[in-house]
């Protein structure tokens, strides 16, 4: 007897009886299949049998009895047995060991290859039991313990059945593509000529077939449909065959033959279900679509549950190519470029639809559709995908295994939380196979009578069933706490004292009533808030809104009424949110961010309140929103090395040759960054002093990475430049920052005062086939950084960028050489350039190159001149610049330009560097005005008390003019409270400079 070796008491008495009913199913087969050899005169399989250890022969039970359509495959043909050794059985496969096995069964047959249509489907429908039965072997012997976080068999199986599934509808493909040639012909690009086919010099078009779901995501059930897309690159005609087709219809036909080829019954069974109905239209939409065809249907009529759809798509055969630029054009309409919290509301719509037909069909047990299933891990991964993919692009990911992780990466979720989801996630698809497996059947319903209970317990590695529902509602219990978390509704019932403001939308109550409601929740001016929020509501803006944008709306203000009123400054709080209210009417899912958000509202409430020039940046750049969601880093601006850090990560999403995007994200960095610096500047109140250390950091790093950028580009084109001595030069080219870049004392608004250096004139060229001269690459180098600062783009431009610095300003080159710079600077600079060159300093480009000129800007400065000469012409230069740009009366006082303020502190400092250094070079280490002045305090040129009191006068000024920035307010003050600082800066001013 076969099998004797097999202890079957080994497995739970229940199933005892079911083994011996199967034993002697399968000694009934095996006598069969005996009989079967003696009369063709081959080895006997029970003999074959025998040498199967015990070992092997309990796996081998295991298998069978929890799975019947295990049995049925081995009663079918009991040779597949002994065609899978128990190591073939144990290793993983990958798709190219599915290719050599079909290809083995290929050459087995008599002719050594596929004649007709019946033997395409009879080999596939053999190669898919045959690689059924060892997944199921594999799937009931390699299981994981049931808490293991890993559960590696559940994944191997859904990657080996994506495996089996490619490569079946690829070799259906293939083959009915090759057999109807002949008399359909090949569909070719259009203007492709019939000599052109003959001769093999054109390439013929491909069917596309796009894998959807669990298929596209590698990830599919071991006994699943497949879900599929037909596409085809273009339209036009067949050519080479007996009758000529359009396109259309050849990759109708086509797409028919395959179904067919893997969905028909015939004797051996199907190879896969195929589903058709993601397709545009569904069953009413054409089988297959030209390109075109798609990209206008999901553009113009593509629904949110298709976006959702299209996460998963991969290409699974056919042109991959071409499959890759479709799904690459059809990347915009399931990632959007701004975070996009309409996803959330798309997906509660479509799990109120499942719950709505799980209660209606009684699918309470159903570990897909049910509380705390299957569907609601993926909903909550690619809830995260669908807001936030267009952003962080390691989301477009079909593979679910892969997203959870990158969730915790991204601080989306915490960790712990996305080692749980994962951690069930296999646990459901591992008992998903178990139910699957047990009739090779798509089914997710738990079963109720014992017997099978028992089996799927006995699968699943639980000691019964009543631990595995222990288990798993345990499980459930903590998926839906997740999903409630990210993807239920916000509470939306208003508090008691919330119910007045709440009455104030829509804005059609009674003027008094409202007024009267605004004035008790502090309102200082209630009726030009109450008429702010008429005019408002009855806005054409408003009225022209679509009912979705409509709805939003009017969820959003009441909660935004609410935060407005719970700020210090409601009216001004209430004028300047409503600015980006207004601005983001059109792009409604801001809105929905905001409703979803509540904390994320009273951020943004509150900064508004406490900064128009806050309030104008979300305003013009609504993306900047996102940056709300997270205020770990939204009040934690980041060092220098953090943001240089953070902009490789931010860029290695984007492919190096797509200018656009590079371009529009460090246009984002910089925004996002400075948003950081001024919510921390605001909430935090950090000292001026590093609010422009980061203001300037963030512009350093993005001038590196510019010039990153335009050197790559260029010297992709031309070559590198050659130095003199005919080496090639690493760069050769430096940016050298004045004002307050140089000084490191930027604002939220200024621009950047540039110049540009290169090392010489080299002799030979670039290294190019294309070369260029050494003055026209730099000059290029200069042309393309200005460009990519001041660029407008979508999200404005980088840097507005000054260049009149350079040498003869706008009239002289925008590149010059080091040593023409050096020569200009000593014979024909006036002295404001040399006061200039004071707060110079070099911000990006080569090291070797920045060395040699802080040496030459040293030897410069330090120049011994004519102290009487000196003075005069900062005289003259500082009268002109008060004449023009000072304060107009003497009860106002210009921060800056007047007599006593900014300039004359600056002016202070560069007049002592240029009549100085020259006895003290330590003026000349730094480029900032508060460590020089510590220098003229140390070298004793001033009385410590002195430079004290100027810095203090000088921080006081510049926290004065750096709040009125924030406020969007003038410099020009009243002079009074101004007068003691005044006086203290004119008195310096006249002991080093009279006048």
């Known amino acids: 007897m076969v099998f004797q070796q097999a202890d079957l008491h080994a497995f739970p008495r229940e199933l005892q009886p079911l083994a011996q009913e199967q034993r002697m199913r399968l000694t009934d087969a095996l006598e069969r299949a005996d009989h079967l050899a003696q009369m063709q005169q081959r080895p006997l399989p029970s003999t074959a049998y025998q040498k199967l250890s015990a070992t092997q022969q309990q796996a081998w039970w295991r298998c069978l009895i929890t799975s019947d359509a295990a049995l049925t495959l081995v009663e079918r043909d009991v040779h597949h047995v002994l065609q899978l050794s128990e190591a073939e059985l144990k290793r993983p496969y990958q798709r190219q060991d599915y290719q050599r096995w079909l290809a083995e069964l290929i050459e087995q047959e008599a002719t050594g290859e596929i004649q007709d249509e019946p033997s395409l489907h009879r080999l596939l429908r053999r190669f898919r039991a045959v690689a059924l039965l060892r997944l199921l072997w594999r799937d009931a012997n390699l299981i994981s313990p049931p808490d293991a976080a890993a559960r590696h068999a559940v994944w191997q199986t859904a990657a080996e059945m994506s495996h089996l599934a490619s490569v079946c509808v690829e070799a259906a493909l293939s083959w009915l593509e090759d057999h109807y040639a002949p008399a359909w012909g090949r569909p070719y690009p259009r203007a492709t000529q019939l000599e052109q086919v003959q001769s093999g010099a054109v390439a013929p078009l491909r069917l596309v077939v796009l894998g959807m779901g669990k298929l596209g995501a590698g990830e599919l059930n071991l006994s699943s449909d497949i879900d599929l897309i037909f596409a085809f690159a273009e339209g036009g005609e067949t050519l080479g065959g007996r009758r000529s087709f359009d396109h259309q219809e050849y990759f109708t036909r086509l797409g028919q033959k395959l179904i067919a080829a893997l969905d028909q019954t015939t004797a051996d069974g199907q190879v896969f279900r195929v589903d058709m109905r993601l397709r545009p239209y569904g069953d009413a939409g054409a089988l297959a679509l030209s390109f075109n065809a798609l990209l206008e249907y999901y553009q113009d009529q593509g629904r949110d549950w298709e976006r959702y759809a299209m996460i998963k798509a991969a290409v699974l055969a056919g042109d991959q190519q071409a499959g890759a630029e479709l799904l690459a054009r059809l990347n915009p309409f399931v990632y959007r470029r701004y975070v996009d919290f309409s996803a959330i509301e798309s997906l509660r719509a479509m799990k109120a639809m499942i719950n709505r037909e799980v209660k209606r069909k009684g699918l309470e047990q159903n570990i897909k559709l049910g509380r705390g299933g299957i569907r609601e891990i993926e909903f909550i991964t690619q809830v995260f995908q669908l807001i936030r993919g267009g952003r962080d692009r390691e989301l477009q990911e079909t593979s679910i295994r892969r997203v959870v992780p990158l969730l915790a990466d991204l601080g989306l979720l915490p960790q712990p939380v996305t080692q749980e989801l994962l951690m069930d996630y296999a646990q459901l698809r591992d008992l998903e196979h178990a139910l699957q497996g047990l009739a090779d059947r798509q089914t997710q ?119 407005v009123s719970e700020t210090d400054a409601p009216d001004l709080a209430l004028e300047r949110s409503l600015w980006l209210i207004e601005a983001v009417l059109r792009r409604t899912a801001y809105l929905l961010l905001l409703t979803e958000n509540p904390q994320a509202l009273k951020q943004l409430v509150g900064l508004c309140a406490t900064s128009a020039w806050m309030a104008e940046q979300l305003a013009k750049m609504p993306i900047l929103l996102d940056e709300l969601l997270t205020p770990a880093t939204l009040y934690s601006p980041a060092d220098k090395a953090r943001l240089r850090d953070e902009l490789r990560q931010h860029l290695c999403r984007i492919p190096e040759e797509d200018t656009e995007s590079l371009m529009e994200a460090v246009r984002y960095f910089r925004h996002a960054n400075v948003l950081r610096v001024a919510a921390s500047d605001l909430v935090a109140q950090r000292p001026l002093m590093k609010v422009s250390d980061y203001l300037t950091f963030i512009a350093e790093v993005l001038l590196e990475q510019v010039l990153h950028f335009v050197w790559r580009d260029l010297t992709q084109r031309y070559g590198h430049p050659l130095l003199d001595t005919g080496e090639v030069a690493q760069t050769g080219f430096i940016v050298l920052g004045y004002g307050k870049l140089g000084g490191i004392e930027l604002g939220y608004g200024s621009d ?172 000349l280490t730094y480029t900032d005005n508060m460590r020089i002045l510590d220098e003229l305090a140390a070298t004793g040129l001033l009385p410590i008390d002195t430079v004290q009191a100027l810095q203090q006068a000088y921080l006081a000024y510049r926290q004065a003019t750096h709040q009125a920035a924030l406020r969007k307010t003038s410099s020009l003050v009243e002079a009074a409270p101004w007068q003691a600082q005044r006086e203290l800066v004119i008195q310096v001013w006249h002991q080093l400079l009279g006048g």
């Open 445 to 563: 319903d738990l079963p109720q009578d014992p017997l099978t209970q028992a089996r799927i317990a006995l699968r699943c590695g639980d000691a019964d069933w009543e631990a595995l529902i222990q288990r798993l509602d345990a499980l459930r219990e903590r998926v839906r706490q997740h999903f409630d978390a990210v993807i239920a509704d916000p509470d939306e019932a208003p508090e008691e004292e919330e119910e007045g403001l709440a009455s104030l939308w829509p804005a059609e109550c009674e003027t008094a009533a409202a007024e009267a409601i605004l004035a008790e929740q502090g309102f200082a001016d209630p009726a030009a808030s109450w008429q702010r929020i008429q005019g408002f509501y009855f806005s054409r803006a408003v009225a022209n809104m679509q009912a979705i944008g409509r709805q939003r709306l009017d969820a959003l203000m009441p909660q935004w009424l609410l935060a």
């Open 752 to 923: 950047l005062d540039l110049v540009f250096l290169h090392q010489g004139h080299p002799v030979q060229g670039t290294t190019g086939k294309k070369s260029l001269d050494s003055s026209t690459f730099y000059s290029r180098l200069g042309q393309k950084m200005i460009h990519w600062l001041t660029a407008l783009t979508p999200s404005g431009q980088l840097y507005e960028v000054d260049m009149r610095l350079r040498p003869s300003g706008n009239a002289g080159l925008l590149v010059s050489s080091l040593k023409a710079f050096g020569e200009y600077q000593r014979q024909q600079a006036w002295t404001w350039e040399h006061q200039a060159l004071v707060r110079a300093r070099v911000v990006a480009g080569d090291p070797a190159l920045a060395a040699r000129f802080e040496a030459e800007r040293a030897a410069i400065l330090s120049q011994r001149r004519d102290l009487e000469q000196l003075k005069q012409q900062v005289l003259e230069m500082r009268d002109k610049m008060r004449r023009h740009l000072g304060g107009k009366t003497d009860t106002e006082f210009h921060l800056k330009q007047d007599a006593g303020g900014i300039v004359d502190i600056e002016f202070i400092v560069q007049y002592a560097v240029l009549a100085y250094s020259c006895d003290h070079p330590r003026l």
